[in-house]
């Protein structure tokens, strides 16, 4: 098959190196795609402003209140193509057991870079043309 024993050795020198290659190139790849993305937990006292993310992070927006009133925080708007709705819970606040206080807690993930705005209303969820108790808002400001 081989005329000589010197156009093995280079036959073998090649596929010996793109194996090299291309196990750098795996190894480059799998750590990009298994870097850790931050957790970002936001409170009330981020109302307005804006928070910077980068692409997976992940956002936990913690909003408290009260489902005796009737009143409940709604996901009013958030831009689907950028940010991605993981969850909603609801749990009885550990820091007032004795009182009525409950957190809305959201997650999202950053999918996309750019600006993008995720909006609550507080309000009686059947009151669908009444204004809203209180507002939350945060603007996402997503890079790579």
Avoid at 4 to 27: A, E, G, H, Y
Avoid at 83 to 110: A, D, G, T
Wanted: aromatic fraction near 12%; charge should be positive; charged fraction near 25%.
């Amino acid at each position: 098959m081989f005329q000589n024993k010197q156009n093995f050795n280079r036959l073998f020198q090649r596929i010996l190196l793109i194996l090299i290659l291309l196990s750098v190139v795996l190894t480059i790849n799998s750590c990009a795609l298994f870097t850790e993305s931050r957790r970002i937990n936001l409170a009330g006292e981020s109302n307005g402003k804006t928070i910077k993310a980068e692409v997976g992070d992940t956002i936990t927006v913690n909003l408290a209140g009260n489902p005796e009133t009737g009143c409940a925080w709604i996901l009013k708007k958030y831009d689907e193509k950028k940010i991605k709705f993981l969850s909603v819970q609801y749990k009885k606040s550990k820091s007032e057991p004795n009182k009525s206080q409950w957190q809305w807690i959201s997650r999202f993930k950053v999918i996309k870079t750019g600006e993008s705005k995720i909006e609550f209303v507080y309000k009686h969820p059947w009151e669908e043309n009444k204004q809203s108790f209180e507002n939350y808002y945060i603007i996402i400001s997503a890079k790579k």
